[in-house]
């Protein structure tokens, strides 16, 4: 699906670019969310099935957290927030579902952010190879027997380079720049949610 003004960017809700970092590093959950959001269109410029399975995933993970924000407002401002909140949690209402789906969501961001970044980099690498590299650096580890050949054929299946970048706009030196912000802002958040979710106040077991 082609963006319809001839720029995908233009046509998204919202830029990792526009999601507020606090001092503390702390990261709004509503805008966040929104942004991972319009992360998610991006596979249907992709344009294959083959990458229902990881939309589907992502999007998935995304309402987890949304849930959990709808449950405590107060708590969950923040990404930081709303995982230490959930975290609290006792007796019958002891969960830590939200925080998990955060975990799964960030390496979803990640893998999305390097294959990317990877292609970006290299005018002479197609997506596939770029995306095939990402997905053994972030989700692969963590993918079990199951699951790792859906993922592998959706690699399998990604456009040829030239067609996916035609696809995001028409003015190629504008989706570039535009491309390279976003994933610049998207690696500054990937990286403080890694060392959060890798800290004692992330774990729930």
Not at 150 to 160: D, G, N
């Amino acid at each position: 699906m082609a963006a319809p003004t001839g720029n995908f960017f233009d046509t998204v809700k919202r830029s990792f670019a526009d999601v507020p970092i606090k001092a503390d590093n702390e990261i709004s959950t509503s805008e966040f969310l929104e942004a991972a959001e319009s992360l998610t269109t991006l596979f249907d410029v992709l344009g294959s099935v083959a990458f229902t399975p990881v939309k589907t995933d992502m999007t998935g993970n995304i309402e987890k957290v949304r849930e959990r924000q709808l449950k405590d407002p107060a708590a969950g401002e923040t990404l930081q927030g709303l995982v230490k909140g959930e975290l609290k949690l006792t007796g019958a209402e002891k969960t830590h579902k939200a925080t998990e789906g955060l975990l799964w969501l960030t390496r979803g961001l990640d893998f999305t952010r390097q294959g990317l970044s990877h292609n970006l980099a290299d005018p002479k690498v197609e997506l596939s190879n770029s995306f095939r590299e990402a997905y053994g650096k972030t989700l692969k580890p963590h993918h079990s027997f199951v699951v790792k050949p859906v993922f592998s054929m959706a690699m399998s299946a990604t456009p040829y380079r030239k067609d996916f970048y035609a696809k995001m706009g028409d003015d190629q030196t504008k989706v570039e720049q535009q491309l390279e912000e976003w994933l610049k802002a998207l690696e500054k958040i990937v990286g403080i949610l890694n060392a959060f979710l890798a800290s004692k106040d992330a774990k729930w077991k």
